[in-house]
Nanobody, 122 residues
Framework: QVQPVESGGGLVQPGGSLRLSCAASGSIDSINVMGWYRQVPGRQRELVARIISGGNTQYTDSVKDRFTISRDHAKNTVYLQMNSLKPEDTAAYYC????????????????WGPGTQVTVSS
């Protein structure tokens, strides 16, 4: 019932910046959490950043002071501003949304976007 879709990935040089966007559409009653995970082939998916509806954020240590997550509640959209990118940031980035579909009570569901590739290379 909820479909997150990412955009903004691409190729960037080390030290550069990218801004990822994720818009959630569908029959949404409310969204509790939006966030970003990333995954390298052969590696386990890891949390990058999350933001709760109240505004609290959390980041994995490796991106603190470089990445900033934000959210536009009216548009059901989450952003990830990535600065000072490093080659080790190269990964497929996945948007996730913890939401309650319309018509459902007392239950949250997690939804995933299809992913967008971020490649940091010279």
């Amino acid at each position: 019932q909820v479909q997150p879709v990412e955009s903004g990935g691409g190729l960037v040089q080390p030290g550069g910046s990218l801004r990822l966007s994720c818009a959630a559409s569908g029959s949404i009653d409310s969204i509790n959490v939006m966030g970003w995970y990333r995954q390298v082939p052969g590696r386990q998916r890891e949390l990058v950043a999350r933001i709760i509806s109240g505004g609290n954020t959390q980041y994995t240590d490796s991106v603190k002071d470089r990445f900033t997550i934000s959210r536009d509640h009216a548009k059901n959209t989450v952003y990830l501003q990535m600065n000072s990118l490093k080659p080790e940031d190269t990964a497929a980035y996945y948007c996730y949304v913890e939401a309650r579909p319309r018509g459902v009570t007392m239950t949250w569901y997690r939804y995933w976007g299809p992913g967008t590739q971020v490649t940091v290379s010279s």
